[in-house]
């Protein structure tokens, strides 16, 4: 499948081994950087989803998105772990549920550019899990080095799932991260605490992408 990720918003805070354990299927391996793991809020949207080969289907192919996530291994390979991902499309949220065993949820969503501002709100249909705020980058585009921690929270090419007892695996394709510094403000930011995750009182590392093309796999068993 081929999609388009435009206005992303990587905001990210640090919690104890102890706190994610619980919260991380056991078959995972958690993965830290100084010795904290890291849950992320990311806000963006999507355009041009499509099956290879195929053309994207109007009304299914552009919608906001935003997961909640942090960070594991399997086998030796690193990867992303989601508590929750809301889209603003009901087939897709199907989709993904049935085929991916992911947890999305639909929700009402919108993403707007306003000046220099992404504006960004969502409000998941059913249960307390809502975002609204603005975001906008601060800086030029910049690669992150290897052994940064922009580099170890961004630079992941697979995710991962569980699904009746066993891992699976998704492949993700793209281009380095085109990262940039960026600021942020909250409104009101309860999507982590749908999924039993307390953030700290700490202002999160914040990074923006403008516009990345994405290549994802179907899931295969992870052994």
Not at 91 to 119: C, D, Q
Request: include cysteine; charge should be positive.
């Amino acid at each position: 499948m081929k999609q388009i990720w435009h206005d992303l918003l990587f905001a990210h805070w640090p919690l104890p081994q102890a706190v994610m354990r619980p919260l991380v299927p056991t078959q995972l391996t958690l993965d830290t950087f100084d010795g904290q793991c890291w849950v992320g809020v990311v806000p963006f949207r999507m355009s041009g989803i499509r099956a290879r080969e195929f053309l994207a289907i109007p009304g299914l192919s552009r919608f906001p998105e935003m997961n909640v996530r942090t960070y594991v291994s399997h086998g030796g390979k690193p990867g992303v772990y989601f508590f929750s991902l809301d889209a603003a499309n009901v087939p897709a949220v199907w989709a993904a549920r049935r085929f991916y065993h992911l947890p999305y949820f639909h929700a009402a969503m919108t993403s707007k550019e306003l000046g220099a501002n992404i504006h960004y709100r969502s409000r998941r249909s059913q249960g307390a899990a809502e975002f609204r705020g603005y975001y906008r980058p601060t800086a030029d585009v910049r690669l992150r080095e290897k052994d940064t921690i922009g580099n170890w929270l961004t630079e992941r090419y697979c995710l991962y799932t569980t699904h009746r007892g066993q891992v699976y695996r998704g492949e993700i394709h793209h281009q380095p991260w085109p990262l940039q510094d960026a600021e942020a403000e909250f409104e009101t930011n309860t999507v982590a605490a749908a999924a039993g995750i307390s953030l700290p009182t700490t202002a999160p590392l914040l990074h923006f992408a403008r516009r990345l093309e994405v290549l994802v796999w179907p899931l295969r068993h992870s052994e």
